[in-house]
């Protein structure tokens, strides 16, 4: 019975270290759909994740160490995996003249943040930009703490869950009038984003720790 309790309080430590990294993800998601004001949820969720890391993780000194470990890995590749999403989309969309545009979500971000409905300058779009890489990025860490041990395909698995969310709420929201060409350009870009987070991953990770190449999440 000890045994079952320790194995099933590892399985909710690891699923809940990596879930926190979803909180910016999912604070949009509520914003779309409730209209409820995406500061105040970030901020809540936010609250919530450092309260889960406080309880389910901090205290464990093994779990804490592979934590933050994932975290040096989950990071850089997600940043670097969200820099070749936006490149891959912008390509796609030049190369074949779609009118979709890659980038129209951004200055609806920094509205959102700023609470305010005025048109996109730079302070607007450049806090777009920042939200759009903190999802990359954060992304990139939830994948690195839960799947960051398998291999590289996972990655490509990940991204095109994120991708099933996305194109249920972007559409609607961002009033997209050609979904086919908004459709293709997602799931490219995402497709790109999972190749290069499974791949960068799975290399830091190697180089971090190359005694435990393979090893469950912490």
Same mark, same amino acid.
């Given at each position: 019975?000890?045994?079952?309790?320790?194995?099933?309080?590892?399985?909710?430590?690891?699923?809940?270290?990596?879930?926190? !990294?979803?909180?910016? @993800?999912?604070? *949009? =998601?509520?914003?779309?759909?409730?209209?409820? +004001?995406?500061?105040?949820? #970030? /901020? &809540?969720?936010?609250?919530?994740?450092?309260?889960?890391?406080?309880?389910?993780?901090?205290?464990?000194?093994?779990?804490?160490?592979?934590?933050?470990?994932?975290?040096?890995?989950?990071?850089?590749?997600?940043?670097?995996?969200?820099?070749?999403?936006?490149?891959?989309?912008?390509?796609?969309?030049?190369?074949?003249?779609?009118?979709?545009?890659?980038?129209?979500? !951004?200055?609806?971000? @920094?509205?959102? *943040? =700023?609470?305010?409905?005025?048109?996109?300058? +730079?302070?607007?779009?450049? #806090? /777009? &930009?920042?939200?759009?890489?903190?999802?990359?990025?954060?992304?990139?860490?939830?994948?690195?703490?839960?799947?960051?041990?398998?291999?590289?395909?996972?990655?490509?698995?990940?991204?095109?869950?994120?991708?099933?969310?996305?194109?249920?709420?972007?559409?609607?929201?961002?009033?997209?009038?050609?979904?086919?060409?908004?459709?293709?350009?997602?799931?490219?870009?995402?497709?790109?984003?999972?190749?290069?987070?499974? =791949?960068?991953?799975?290399?830091?990770?190697?180089?971090?720790?190359?005694?435990?190449?393979?090893?469950?999440?912490?």
């Amino acid at each position: 019975m000890t045994d079952s309790r320790t194995a099933i309080a590892g399985r909710l430590g690891v699923l809940v270290s990596g879930a926190v !990294f979803l909180t910016s @993800g999912a604070s *949009l =998601l509520v914003y779309v759909l409730t209209g409820t +004001p995406l500061p105040l949820v #970030l /901020g &809540v969720l936010a609250v919530a994740a450092a309260v889960a890391v406080a309880v389910a993780v901090w205290p464990d000194e093994v779990r804490r160490r592979g934590w933050l470990r994932r975290i040096a890995v989950g990071a850089p590749a997600g940043l670097l995996a969200t820099g070749a999403y936006d490149l891959s989309r912008f390509l796609l969309v030049e190369v074949l003249g779609f009118h979709a545009s890659p980038f129209k979500a !951004f200055p609806l971000f @920094g509205q959102a *943040l =700023l609470m305010s409905d005025a048109s996109s300058g +730079p302070v607007t779009f450049g #806090l /777009g &930009v920042a939200f759009h890489a903190l999802n990359g990025v954060t992304f990139g860490c939830a994948y690195a703490v839960w799947f960051g041990h398998r291999p590289w395909w996972w990655g490509i698995c990940f991204a095109l869950g994120l991708e099933a969310f996305m194109l249920a709420i972007y559409p609607g929201w961002l009033d997209i009038r050609s979904l086919r060409e908004f459709t293709t350009m997602s799931v490219f870009g995402h497709v790109v984003y999972g190749t290069v987070l499974g =791949l960068g991953a799975s290399r830091l990770l190697r180089r971090a720790n190359p005694d435990r190449t393979g090893t469950a999440a912490p």
